[in-house]
């Protein structure tokens, strides 16, 4: 079993940054992969970005690619999300996610365990 909770979010204007961390509890950290997901109101969860358990690539939606930087230290348990350059369009509750062993799918379904989120705001 694991616990994931999700912290740094807040209110940025647009062209700031911001990072987001989600620390992780249980066991074997290192054999999970990770991935960041985001959902405003009355859309789908969407993939932002995602990071296998071998840690050697990582995978960004279009929306996002040479914006933001997903990474994880596996002796904190922690994988972070850092975002620059924001939008307003990417206001929305951020999620973490993992699913042992995985290769950093974008597909929501791949992932067994997620945090509660964490709220961005981007202002114009």
């Known amino acids: 079993q694991v616990q994931l909770v999700e912290s740094g979010g807040g209110l940025v204007q647009a062209g700031g940054s911001l990072g987001l961390s989600c620390a992780a509890s249980?066991?074997?950290?290192?054999?999970?992969?990770l991935g960041w997901f985001r959902q405003t109101p009355g859309k789908e969860r969407e993939f932002v970005a995602a990071i296998p358990w071998s840690g050697k690539s990582t995978n960004y939606a279009a929306s996002v690619k040479d914006r933001f930087t997903i990474s994880r230290d596996n002796a904190k348990n922690t994988v972070y999300l850092q975002m620059n350059s924001l939008k307003p369009e990417d206001t929305a509750v951020y999620y973490c996610?993992?699913?042992?062993?995985?290769?950093?799918?974008?597909?929501?379904?791949?992932?067994?365990?997620w945090g509660q989120g964490t709220q961005v705001t981007v202002s114009s």
């Open positions: 249980g066991r074997a950290f290192s054999s999970y992969a």
């Open positions: 996610a993992a699913v042992r062993y995985g290769l950093g799918s974008p597909s929501l379904q791949s992932y067994t365990y």
